[in-house]
């Protein structure tokens, strides 16, 4: 009712941040950088920029606001748009990876942690910027990591340049300290206690359980909202639709009228009209779910919320080194994670958590505090970046905690294998280039690939389409007709090709709405993988590397495919069963890949990634031929398990060298 009954100007004068407004500018004034720590939706994000822009700093510059995620660069973007009365891409902008929303006239500008770090490889100084906000810091993503010490340097260069670093409670002093010791500015909170709910026994089926513990609350408990943690899109769905179904039993078995429920999913790749939704009130009389990745944790307020529903797991990036690449991986979330999350039951008023796991695996299982994700993830980009900014010495970049010395060596490995690393660790000629692309290195090597095999133009939309999220869509109630639909794009042997056989078709359908409706494919998907291929493109002209084209001689694309994935190779061992040519590991063909129908199966293969469901599967897969694989780097067949990184590798060479020499003697 807060937000229908009030104007937008009297709801930011409600904020808890409102009350130290005129405090906090003058700390800004006061010093170069700052820390501000405030309780989630106390009004940093949305606030912080306009008191800023108020306080005349926006006519010297820009001031820009990073988030780790897109959907909070984008959402927050819109709501201060709205807030200041704008036009989106207007005054108020936002950046995301493939999509500029901003302007000549942009002066607060929201972006992903990553946009701004690309950024700075432009221009290494941000002179656009008269102060960055580095907000929702204590999630520590790679980007942010790798940005505070970029920044720190920044700041040292430049005198008129101001650095505020956000962060919820966790971490304050750490960032503090790194800058050598800058003020922290603390937003008085306004929190109601939150009563906490464990279960009794450890249990199976979560997606059940928060299922049965929302329905029970609908019925049984006061007004309020509900939220439920869920760790990814798949299990979100699978909530929503359990959900849906349950209400619809009890509705018909009830004599009485059920209140309703309004199922809300959210996650990153959510279209944004469907992320919106969960900001909207409850029609009258209703109750809201929201079930929701992460993301709800810190990077979006929501207000109304009563219950929290905490399956204790969420998805996190991690390099596994047996695979040699990140793999999502489910894990249980910390203490410090579980307590933030039990926090947004409390914010409208005392509020209910239910943590569906026990007391004791609270208190003695899991960790106290997440793990940073540079010291988890594969550093191949990030490796790519320094180099190009002249960080001769990886390990002599200040970070704040510096990842393993392992990680770093083997993600140069990778980029030596590559080829975008020379034999003393410098960027190759093909190195500079791939830094040029915001794609991961083994995207940019296919393009390049492309270009050499003269299969640029194929090699492009397949890329393209591996950029956004997956465009076949398969709604539960029509399974087999969609799968059908989906077969009929398949190209023997490749789901790589199909993609690209998908986007052809699409093409030559005048890029038709109406049509992918027909084949059971997102048209949003393939604009957003038409867009990115035109941003590639101009990439490419900039670097004059021309369009050329093999006019779909699959041989040679498949090729390109294959030059990219070393890492990613395997080779047959059973039915549907593949291990990684390099390090044994088991993987699977999903039933879902055009490989899977096909009455054999294939000696090699290549894979996009590996997703861990119930089994190591493949996602996007095309059959190689071994010969290939074999012209492309004839030591990596025979790299065994552990000796992954670039010394390990050296000192083969020479054991190789030394055996030859001998022979020749
Ligand atoms: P913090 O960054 O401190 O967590 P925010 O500035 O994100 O806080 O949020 C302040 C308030 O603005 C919250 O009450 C939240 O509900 C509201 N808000 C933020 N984004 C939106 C949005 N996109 N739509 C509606 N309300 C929003
Ligand atoms: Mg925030």
Redesign the pocket.
Known sequence: DF?KSKSLAQ?RQY?P?FTVRDDLLQVVRENQVIVVV??????????LTQYLHEDGYTSTGVVGCTQPRRVAAM??A??VSEEMETDLGDKVGYAIRFEDVTGPNTIIKYMTDGVLLRETLKDADLDKYRVIVM?EAHERSLNTDVLFGILKKVVARRRDFKLII?SATLNADKFSKFFGGVPIFHIPGRTFPVNIMFSKTPCEDYVEAAVKQAMTIHITSGPGDILIFMTGQEEIEATCYALAERMEQLISSSTKTVPKLEILPIYSQLPADLQ?KI?QKAEEGARKCIVATNIAE?S????GIFYVIDTGYGKMKVDNPRMGMDALQVFPVSRATADQRAGRAGRTGPGTCYRLFTESAYQNEILPNPVPEIQRTNLGNVVLLLKSLRVENLLDFDFMDPPPQENILNSMYQLWVLGALNNVGGLTEIGWKMVEFPLDPTLAKMLLMGEQLGCLDEVLTIVSMLSVPSVFFRPKDRAEESDAAREKFFVPESDHLTLLNVYLQWKSNQYRGDWCNDHFLHVKGLRKAREVRSQLLDILKTLKIPLTSCHMEWDVVRKAICSAYFHNSARLKGVGEYVNCRNGMPCHLHPSSALYGLGYTPDYVVYHELVLTTKEYMQCVTAVDPQWLAEMGPMFFSVKETDTSLLDHKKRQKEEKTAMEEEME
């Open positions: 937000a709801q904020l941040i405030g309780e989630t939706g106390s009004g940093k994000t949305t606030q959402s927050v819109k709501r907000d956000t919106a900001f810190t979006l307020t929501v207000d």
